[in-house]
């Protein structure tokens, strides 16, 4: 328990870190969103210092941020100037988009890479091993952006998916079938985007750590007892090696994350990425301070899911945090 | 010595490409700026040795090419007009690595434009403004790590020298940059930066950007070789002849940190390049009309391109040739630096 709760206080601080991090950036900014409003004649600059005392940005830094962490434990975040509401809400809904593209991304890449990984380990420096090497080694040096635009590109041309959005017209009218059948379509190349870009590291990482672990003794002893290779794999191999995995299921969450920024933006995917481009776009502080936390908490909280796996399947862990 | 081969393969590579890249205006025929509004996204043009008549030509030649009656962007060759293609012509004049003037060009037509890799929306050279974009690009991504690798090397040196609360506090510190996925840290720190600017005041932003982004990965590296090596004994040993702090650091502690600091350098620059295309694939690196390969994807936002000019993408595809030697190196960096390691185990392994 107590492992836990120390694995939660440095997230806390981890958060309470960065946060305060993305506030002391937003201090070097030059511009803000009212500057616009400055130079139009229009308005008067009184009208434009009310605005700003309204929203508070004239007041020092040490303030705002109180204000701010204030709003954050009701769950607004601050306050969107380009939307005109909380940025709470406006947020949630994105992330819910991107969440589930990622999450999606991430079991799909996970239940390609342990098989492939574990094949490419059990034939080590023969041909399925050498392939599958050059395969990653191919896919790993195509970046995500050169990737989301050549499957677009593919996708108009050949017009088998849906290439923006998340819905289609007329949405509200389908069933709930239809609902989630129009969703998935629209999915596809996201999500196909992202499974290439994150499947290489995967597989390799995969390889190396069983490749290590299968020169043990104990698994030569298994075999030479007999036991059906496929087990031999998937039940000891993977156990014993498990470790080193499971911390790369949080990262692989975290770099997904970083990584559906771009893709999303290719493909007009309604989730955290266009949001906040349009947000720094538009100088919209609190939005850009919001989406960054969020996509923190989404990274943290990957780490925070795989030390909890970690406690679970690793009894010498348990019996270290119990020790304590 | 047959373990450095891979190694010395791969630095040629890279020579080689970036080569070709620095001097750009030999290898690219036009000026990257230079508008030709009668040929706005002519497609790459087909290059010929037999003509139309069946005789076999030597020099490789084109079909002059023009717009379609009461079309805007579909051509049709002119079969009774060729261009031939000629080696070393005298073109637009040029810098040549940005201090020599020149004006000879690997390639060229005297009775025409050849654009052998097509032209955008104001009938630019593609091919002129892949070369010179990858100058911006490259050079954003050469300087960024490099600014990644001093700040980095810094503040490794420091925490892992000094040791105490400033270790205690720079790792910290540097936990809370590992902590944000990157590009989202990227984005943070361009946000609250001017966006209209000059294309050299953008470019400089774009190092400076990415260059502050990285520097906590190689700063835990540097700090780990940094803190054995000051407890070995040669070290101690000339510390006990009475080194001063400086004399250790440079002398002693320092060119250990070379291979850890090469090796982060190959992995670093493609990263690095790959940021400043992303920034201004978005518009928020260096803007039009100066080419960057970032910004010149950046037509692809746009439905109708991605539809029907496919060779807007080809910019896409000339970085993958870099990625390969770079991914190449820091592999080949590796084996060198530790050759029993089990390959694919490389340093962002997770922590």
New interface residues.
């Given amino acids: 328990m107590r492992y836990l709760l120390r694995r939660m206080l440095h997230a806390v601080f ?1 958060l309470f ?2 946060s305060i ?2 506030f002391l ?2 201090t ?4 803000n969103y009212f500057d616009e409003m400055r130079l139009n004649p229009q308005i008067a600059p009184e009208t434009v210092a009310s605005l700003r005392a309204q929203y508070q940005l004239d007041r020092p830094l040490p303030v705002r941020y109180a204000r701010w962490v204030n709003s954050v434990a009701h769950g607004q975040m601050g306050f969107s100037f380009a939307y005109n509401s909380p940025v709470g809400p406006l947020l949630w809904v994105r992330a819910r988009n991107t969440l589930l593209l990622t999450l999606t991304a991430t079991l799909l890449a996970w239940a390609l890479a342990l098989p492939l990984g574990i094949w490419s380990a059990a034939s080590l420096g023969r041909l399925p091993d050498r392939a599958l ?1 050059w395969t990653t ?2 896919l ?4 995500d ?2 990737l989301a ?2 499957l ?2 593919m996708a ?2 050949s017009g088998w998916f849906p ?1 923006g959005g998340m819905v289609s017209v007329g949405f509200e009218s389908l069933s709930p079938l239809n609902k989630l059948r129009d969703i998935a379509t629209h999915m596809t190349l996201p999500v196909v985007a992202l499974v290439i870009s994150a499947l290489p ?1 995967l597989v ?2 995969i ?3 069983l ?2 672990v299968l020169d043990a003794p104990f698994l030569r002893a298994a075999a030479g007892h007999g036991i059906p290779r496929r087990r031999l794999l998937y039940r000891y191999a993977l156990r014993a090696a498990a470790n ?1 995995l499971i ?2 299921l ?2 692989s969450l ?2 997904l ?3 559906s ?2 893709v999303e ?2 493909m007009s995917w309604p989730g955290l990425g266009p949001l ?2 349009e ?3 538009a ?1 919209d502080l609190y939005v ?2 919001g ?2 936390l969020l ?2 908490i ?3 909280g990957g780490n925070f899911l795989s030390d909890l796996l970690l406690l679970w399947a690793d009894p010498r862990i348990r019996t270290e945090a119990g020790a304590e | 010595m047959t373990r450095r081969r891979p190694l010395t393969r791969w630095l040629i590579a890279l020579l080689i490409l970036h080569g070709v890249i620095a001097c750009a205006g030999f290898f690219a025929p036009y000026d990257p700026l230079e508008q030709d509004r009668q040929r706005p996204y002519l497609p790459p043009m087909r290059i010929h040795v037999v003509d139309k008549q069946g005789h076999f030509h030597f020099r490789p030649f084109f079909y002059a090419v023009h717009l379609r009656e009461g079309s805007f962007d579909q051509f049709e060759e002119e079969a009774n007009t060729t261009v031939p293609m000629r080696f070393f012509v005298r073109g637009p004049r040029y810098h040549l690595l940005g201090l020599l003037p020149c004006s000879l060009h690997l390639f060229g037509a005297e009775n025409g434009r050849i654009n052998l890799l097509g032209s955008d929306a104001y009938g630019r050279d593609q091919l002129s403004r892949i070369l010179y974009g990858g100058q911006v690009s490259l050079l954003a991504g050469l300087l960024g790590a490099g600014l990644t690798l001093l700040l980095g090397s810094l503040v490794g040196t420091t925490a892992g020298y000094c040791g105490g609360w400033r270790d205690e506090f720079l790792m910290r510190v540097a936990e809370l940059f590992l902590a944000l996925p990157w590009l989202y840290l990227l984005f943070a720190l361009r946000a609250f930066l001017p966006l209209a600017v000059s294309p050299l005041e953008a470019f400089l932003l774009v190092v400076v950007v990415t260059g502050t982004v990285g520097w906590a990965r190689p700063a835990r590296l540097v700090r780990g070789v940094v803190l054995s090596v000051k407890e070995r004994d040669f070290v101690r040993a000339a510390r006990g002849f009475g080194a001063s702090n400086v004399y250790l650091l440079r002398r002693h502690i320092l060119p250990e940190t070379t291979s850890v600091l090469s090796t982060q350098a190959a992995i670093l620059v493609p990263q690095f390049v790959l940021a400043e295309m992303t920034l201004s694939f978005l518009g928020l690196g260096v803007p039009e009309p100066v080419p960057s390969w970032g910004n010149l994807l950046a037509n692809l936002q746009q439905y109708s391109v991605l539809v029907s000019y496919w060779w807007m993408y080809l910019p896409a595809l000339t970085i993958v040739p870099f990625f390969l030697a770079y991914l190449g190196l820091a592999n080949a960096l590796q084996e060198y630096a530790e050759p029993y390691k089990i390959e694919g185990r490389s340093d962002d392994s997770p922590t």
Avoid: N, W
Avoid at chain 1, 28 to 31: E, F, R, S, T
Avoid at chain 1, 140 to 143: A, D, N, R, S, Y
């Fill in positions: 981890l870190g960065v991090l993305t950036f937003s070097l900014a030059p511009g090497s080694a191919t790993l040096v195509i970046p952006l050169v635009l050549g677009l590109i108009v041309r290439t590291m390799r990482h390889r190396a750590a490749a290590e080193p911390s790369l949080g990262f975290g770099t994350v970083s990584g920024l771009l933006v290719v906040l481009l947000a720094i776009l100088r850009v301070i989406g960054v996509s923190t989404f990274l943290v």
